[in-house]
């Protein structure tokens, strides 16, 4: 035996039999730790927010509110497939109300498929929610627009829209509520024109706020239409200055002399006149001067712009003090009547006539000449005739046909009529 021990076979043996014994001992703890890794995986814990929340229902008859848009969803598991079911995102989350009645109710969300080794939970796990029967009805747009953008002496003459009804659907309830259904233009700059523009439709109730409905159209033409109200007024000269000491003012004259007018109504029925500033200290002949007519606070144009004036001046000379002291020559004047009415002729009892413009049917007269023949004439000696034979109901523009006296110059402020004709209601 001791032979055999100390033998080199001997120690060979025992070697290679210490190396088996070592290799066996590695792979089995290396196959222990491969089976416990692959039996008990990592696991990953995530939340995806936001997620589009499902509604399954019958959206033909009925309609679902205090639904949310969206929740979120929290996954435990392994990593791999927690990884895998967050980037793909196969799943569904949805609330499943078919066989609910109409009223409300508490309903639990559910997510489908999405893989059976992951834990999920649905934050809110419930929701409630109303059931009601959908209607439709038909309204009419009011259209709407802040006056602060129309430019300066413009007024709204018409707002308008189109389709002038549109239909709403939504919940019996909430149709019900509906308290306006409203169109507002919504512009930055000033208008001066007639103006088209898209409007989204809104839906309030009584207290203006906001409805959830469907809008069919949901956008209108809203359509703005404006004028610019004008009359004619004398135009009149304002002397500033005055001449040299060896000149004496004869006339002045100015032609036109009217002037067109554009402004609001409220600034126009306040100006009965408008004017143009002469500097007399400049003047130092007989003179024909253009002069621009002074543009009232309120007017935003004045046509025209510039009138002509024609000043007529004269030299004094001196006098011997024995020479008896001539009359000064007497001068043309100009004098106005006001309030002169025009008759309506040619009427038919069938119609009703209103007038437009003027005001009331009245109209200025302009008179030019000597006063002494200028101050016995009153609106008395005045005809105005305005002629109404065979015109169809509507507003009309007519010539008015003036008499008067022949021995002095005369001018009407304005030489048109407007008349609106409307047929007789029966009572």
Do not use: C
Not at 40 to 62: C, M
Not at 70 to 76: K, L, R
Not at 218 to 244: A, F, M, R
Not at 380 to 390: K, R, W
């Amino acid at each position: 035996m001791d032979k055999f021990m100390e033998s080199r076979w001997f120690m060979r043996i025992v070697g290679l039999t210490l190396a088996l014994l070592l290799y066996t001992s590695v792979t089995f703890d290396e196959t222990n730790l491969q089976k416990n890794a692959s039996d008990n995986p990592p696991e990953d814990v995530n939340t995806i927010q936001n997620v589009p929340l499902e509604a399954f229902y019958d959206s033909k008859n009925l309609v679902v509110s205090g639904l949310p848009e969206s929740v979120d969803i929290t996954m435990t598991g392994p990593k791999s497939i927690v990884q895998k079911e967050r980037y793909s995102q196969n799943f569904t989350v949805f609330v499943d109300l078919n066989d609910l009645s109409i009223g409300k109710h508490r309903v639990k969300v559910k997510v489908n498929n999405i893989s059976e080794k992951i834990d999920v939970k649905v934050n809110p796990e419930y929701v409630n929610v109303s059931i009601q029967e959908r209607v439709s009805d038909e309204f009419t747009v009011e259209p709407e627009f802040n006056e602060a953008i129309l430019a300066d002496g413009f007024e709204a003459e018409g707002v308008s829209v189109d389709p002038r009804t549109v239909k709403i659907t939504g919940a019996k309830d909430v149709i019900d509520q509906i308290a306006f259904v409203k169109a507002t233009l919504d512009i930055d700059n000033v208008i001066n024109e007639n103006i088209t523009r898209k409007a989204k439709v809104q839906v309030l109730d009584r207290e203006l706020n906001k409805l959830d409905v469907v809008i069919e159209p949901d956008v209108v033409d809203v359509t703005v239409s404006v004028v610019n109200p004008s009359k004619e007024v004398p135009v009149v000269i304002q002397q500033k200055g005055k001449l040299s000491d060896e000149l004496e003012l004869e006339s002045i004259t100015v032609e036109p002399k009217l002037a067109t007018i554009f402004g609001r109504d409220s600034v126009l029925e306040e100006i009965k006149e408008v004017a143009a500033e002469l500097d007399l200290s400049k003047v130092k002949e007989d003179k024909t001067l253009e002069l621009p007519i002074k543009v009232n606070d309120g007017l935003n144009k004045v046509t025209p712009e510039v009138v002509e004036v024609k000043v007529n001046v004269k030299k004094l000379k001196d006098e011997p003090e024995d020479k008896p002291v001539e009359e000064p020559e007497e001068k043309p004047v100009e004098q106005t009547i006001s309030e002169v009415p025009v008759e309506l002729q040619g009427t038919d009892e069938e119609f009703e006539y209103s007038i437009i413009e003027p005001d009331e049917g009245l109209i200025e007269i302009l008179l030019n000449g000597y006063k002494e023949d200028l101050d016995p004439i009153t609106r008395d000696d005045f005809t105005l005739v305005a002629n109404l034979s065979g015109l169809p109901p509507g507003e009309h523009e007519l010539d008015i046909e003036a008499t008067g006296p022949e021995e002095v110059d005369w001018e009407l402020s304005r030489k048109t009529l407007k008349v609106e004709i409307k047929e007789k209601t029966s009572a």
